[in-house]
């Protein structure tokens, strides 16, 4: 028996939370390019993972309002982090 590839196993949630902390990074100049990924994890640890090996995958079973309310979730998370990660940037400088 051969060993199993796993290595197209994904979340679901990791290209679209890349996209939004990228679209929105400008609207945040006291976050740095460094802190970016730091922005990420805190909004992807906010949603449940929905682990996927292809984005047809997911995609094709999802209902229209399921897409929405995806959409909104990450949008939120994003906000979330960004302002979770900005603070904490604000206190460090303050010490």
């Known amino acids: 028996m051969s060993a199993a590839d796993f290595s197209s196993i994904r979340n679901f949630h990791e ?3 890349f996209e939004a902390v990228t ?3 400008p609207h945040y100049p006291l976050i740095s390019a460094e802190q970016l990924p ?3 994890c805190v909004a992807l640890n906010r ?3 929905r ?3 292809h984005e047809v995958d997911l995609a094709f079973y999802l209902t229209e309002r399921e ?6 979730s990450v949008d939120e998370s994003v906000q979330f982090a960004f302002e979770f990660v900005q603070a904490r940037t604000v ?3 303050r010490r």
């Open 23 to 25: 679209a929105r990074a």
């Open 47 to 49: 949603l449940p993972p």
């Open 67 to 72: 897409r929405l309310e995806n959409e909104r």
């Open 91 to 93: 206190m460090r400088a």
């Open 38 to 40: 730091d922005v990420a």
């Open 51 to 53: 682990y996927i090996r």
């Open 15 to 17: 290209r679209a939370v």
